[in-house]
């Protein structure tokens, strides 16, 4: 992969973080004071989502700031994977804080229901959400298609992305999407059956949907964290690849983890053919690692062992 191509996909991820960024924080504020005015609990329970939302991005913008510095003594192979950790701590706070606060509103509104105001307010600030969460949403979307092979849908193309970035902010605003649906069907059907319990039952589903999110986002971010491979197509076509040169007798294991959106370690345990000189072997591993990059340019760090040629030169 080469620097331009690796600067222009950090400068699409900033793109979709700084929308995310504008347009939850905008959102927020109006939902806050529509609550304010409406006494909507749904409509608490939203403000509440787009403000965790909005804290998310900036700390996934951190993650994004560290992610970028260069390798050094204490972290040889870099600091791609701070991107993963800090994407983590947006699970945690999706599920504490917004879902945890949605349900505890929905509950005290169950308990002790109060009467929606002025509810044409509400129906204004989802609508224009609705429209500013769409933008956001689609743009995450379009970041998610570098990943997304013919055929595929949009949750097959989360489990492939490696830019948790991006798959982030669209799972936040596909529950943000469905959390504007239900916030509005909660005061929708309130009015419609004149009953005040709706609308904090509908601040509960916001929250369960936020806890969904956050689960996602957890299993996600975590697999990666932790040293998620590139998968097991990608990892059987460089071990083709390996396996083709004419250098090589036998690949025993090719191994492979993602160390960044855009980085990748993968290592070999190979077995060169018998005879070969330390210049051949040099020249085959130069070969391949050529090969290796041309068909995966996030391929950064290679590593080759040969226990077949140990054993023969001592």
Known sequence: MTEQTKDDNKA????VIYAAVFANLGIAV????VAAITGS??????????????????????GEKNAARPP?????FGYGKVVYFWALIVALSVFSLGGGLSIYRGVHGLIDPEPIENALWSYVVLAVAAAFEGYSWNLSRLGLN?????????????????????????????????????AAAG???GQLFDNDLFDPAASIVIGLLLVCAAFTLARETGALLVGESIG?????ELREIINADPSIDKVTRVLTMQMGPDEVLLTASVQ???GMRIDEVEQAIERLENAVRKHNPAVRTLYFESAALRSSWT
């Open 72 to 76: 050094d003594q204490a972290h040889p």
């Open 232 to 236: 097991r197509e990608e990892t059987g």
């Open 146 to 182: 570098k990943y997304r092979k013919d055929g595929d849908n949009l949750w097959q193309a989360v489990r492939a992305s490696k830019d948790a970035a991006v798959f982030t902010v669209f799972i936040e605003d596909t529950a943000a999407l469905a959390g504007v649906l239900v």
């Open 12 to 15: 699409a991820t900033k793109k």
């Open 41 to 62: 609990a749904a409509m608490m329970a939203e403000g509440i989502h787009s403000a965790v939302d909005t804290g998310n991005e900036v700390l996934l913008l951190i």
């Open 187 to 189: 005061i929708g059907l």
């Open 272 to 274: 060169f053919r018998r």
């Open 30 to 33: 109006a939902k806050f004071i």
